[in-house]
């Protein structure tokens, strides 16, 4: 019985006034209605979304942006974890200060190799500038490394008030060797 009440005592706090989910503007994937599919130059196909904001362990406002990359080539891809950047905006369309890169899980190097045929769940972690309920959209810009050249993806969410907050941030799995 304890548990069960733990259990609705983290839902309760999760769906409270300082959270909210985003959902992705461009969303294109059937099985997540939230996610946004997008292939990148015939070499990967990579699912994005967003878990939502909240507040982290520390206090700080946060956001999640998740990406499922899937290595369709037969050569290695990187995903550039150096080149991960937030940009946030309010009310009409306001940028607000920059978000902070925090941490990519599972823990690892800033270039992570996913191998032919492989796929590989990241975790990006931003701290919000804001409490999370005073954005409206975001953007991420995210990069694949394809052979020698880089290619930049944005991709954009919005706020969604009206949606539970996402699945809350899983532990860090670890990232299946490269062959």
Same mark, same amino acid.
């Given at each position: ?53 909240y507040f982290g362990s520390s206090g700080d406002p946060m ?44 823990? $690892?190097? @800033?270039?992570? +190799?996913?191998?032919?045929?492989? =796929?590989?769940?990241? &975790?990006?972690?931003?701290?919000? *500038?804001? !409490? ?14 394809? $052979?020698? @050249?880089?290619? +930049?993806?944005?991709?954009?969410? =919005?706020?969604?008030? &009206?949606?539970?907050?996402?699945? *809350?941030? !899983? ?9």
């Open positions: 019985m304890r548990g069960l009440q733990l259990t609705a005592l983290f839902v309760l706090a999760a769906c409270g006034p300082e959270t909210t989910s985003f959902r992705t503007v461009d969303a294109s994937d059937p099985d997540r209605p939230s996610a946004a599919r997008y292939a990148v130059r015939d070499a990967a196909r990579v699912d994005v979304w967003s878990n939502g904001g956001t999640h942006v998740g990406f499922e990359i899937r290595n369709t080539s037969s050569a290695p891809i990187v995903f550039d974890s150096d080149a991960l950047r937030l940009v946030v905006f309010g009310a009409h369309g306001v940028p607000l200060p920059p978000a902070r890169f925090s941490v990519v899980t599972p823990l $690892g190097p @800033a270039q992570v +190799s996913i191998g032919p045929g492989a =796929t590989t769940t990241l &975790e990006a972690y931003f701290v919000l *500038p804001v !409490r999370p309920r005073m954005i409206d959209t975001m953007r991420v810009r995210w990069s694949l490394k394809i $052979g020698d @050249a880089g290619h +930049s993806v944005m991709s954009s969410f =919005t706020r969604d008030d &009206e949606s539970m907050v996402l699945d *809350p941030p !899983r532990a860090a799995r670890p990232v299946a060797p490269s062959t």
